[in-house]
C-alpha cells in the first residue's frame, strides 16, 4: 500500500517534467522561428548561457522548486546572459563578478531544505525509555532516538518496517558526478538529477517490495544504475535526443517475490543505462 502512495505521487512530477520540457522546446523554436523571417530579435536570446536558464528553469519546476537545484544554474546563466545584454554599456565585469559571488553565497545560505523531509520519510522518531509498566515516551535528552518497540521489527517480529530517510535516493550532480551504493532493505525509490554531470548508482546491495519508483533528469548527462538479476525493469523514460540502453544480461529470474522498479523521468541530450552482473 506504502509503495503505491509513492507512485501516485510520483505521476504527478513525471507528467509535470514533460510539460515544461515540451513548453520550453516549443518557446526556444518559437524564437529561432520569429528571428529567421525577418524579426530581428537581440543577438543575447540566443547565447549559449540561456540555455542553463532554461535548464534551471525546467529542474525547478519539475520539483516545485523545493530543493533549489535549479537555482544554481539559473543564476550562474542570468549572470552570463546579462554580461552579454549590457556590457557594452557598462562595466559590467566590476559589478557583475562581485553580484555573482554574492548571490551564491546568498543561495548557498538560504537553499531550501530536502524534499525529503520527515512526513515523507514516515513516523517521526520519538524517545522511548523502558519502565516497570513497560515502555513510554520520554521527554529526556539523554535517552537515544528510535522508533516506538512496540513498532520495532527488532523487538517485534509482527511490528510493520519503518520508514528513514536512508530509504529514499535523492542524487543532485550538475557539472560533476557521484558514485553511490545503496544498502538499505527497505529501499522506496527516489530521484536522480545528472546536469552536465553523471551519476553511477550500484543498487545490487538493497532491497525492497512490491514495486518502486525512481525518477531521472538526465540533461547532457547520464545516469548508469546496476542492478540484481531478478529485479524487473520498466522504462517510463521520455527520449529527447537521448535515450535509455538496457545493457542487462538475459539471466533466469531468480525465485522470490516480484520485485519491479520503474524508471520514470526525462533524457535530453542524455541517456540511462541499466546494467546487472
Known amino acids: 500500500m506504502e509503495n503505491n502512495n509513492i507512485n501516485e505521487n510520483k505521476e504527478p512530477m513525471n507528467n509535470s517534467g514533460k510539460l515544461w520540457a515540451g513548453l520550453i522546446i516549443v518557446v526556444v523554436g518559437s524564437l529561432l522561428l ?8 537581440p543577438s543575447w536570446l540566443f547565447h549559449w548561457s540561456n540555455i542553463l536558464i532554461l535548464i534551471g528553469l525546467f529542474i525547478g519546476f ?20 546579462l554580461k552579454e545584454a549590457f556590457d557594452d554599456v557598462v562595466n559590467f565585469d566590476k559589478i557583475g563578478w562581485p553580484a555573482l559571488i554574492i548571490a551564491l553565497g546568498l543561495f548557498l545560505i538560504l537553499k531550501p531544505k530536502s524534499s525529503f523531509n520527515q512526513e515523507r520519510c514516515g513516523k517521526r522518531r520519538r524517545r522511548w525509555q523502558r519502565t516497570k ?7 529526556s535528552e539523554h535517552d537515544p532516538y528510535m522508533a516506538n518497540p512496540a513498532e520495532d521489527p527488532n523487538l517485534n517480529p509482527n511490528a510493520e518496517k519503518t520508514t528513514s ?10 557539472f560533476g558526478g557521484s558514485h553511490q551504493t545503496i544498502y538499505t532493505k527497505n529501499f522506496k525509490g527516489g530521484e536522480v538529477t545528472a546536469v552536465f554531470g553523471g551519476c553511477d548508482l550500484n543498487l545490487t546491495q538493497a532491497d525492497f517490495e512490491g514495486e518502486i519508483t525512481i525518477d531521472i533528469t538526465a540533461i547532457f548527462g547520464g545516469c548508469k544504475i546496476i542492478i540484481p538479476p531478478g529485479w524487473h ?10 535515450g535509455l540502453d538496457d545493457k542487462r544480461s538475459i539471466q533466469p529470474l531468480a525465485e522470490g517475490p516480484h520485485k519491479l522498479l520503474i524508471i520514470k523521468g526525462i533524457a535530453m541530450f542524455g541517456g540511462v543505462d541499466i546494467r546487472n552482473y
Not at 530517510?165 to 550538475?174: I, K, M
Open 133 to 139: 509498566d513497560g515502555w513510554k515516551e520520554s521527554l
Open 233 to 242: 525493469v520498466k522504462s517510463e523514460v521520455t527520449a529527447i535526443f537521448g
Open 34 to 41: 520569429v528571428n529567421n523571417i525577418g524579426f530581428g530579435l
Open 165 to 174: 530517510s536512508n530509504d529514499f535516493l535523492d542524487s543532485v550532480n550538475v
Open 62 to 81: 519539475k520539483h516545485n522548486f523545493k530543493n533549489g537545484n535549479g537555482l544554481i544554474l539559473i543564476i550562474i546563466g542570468a549572470f552570463f546572459t
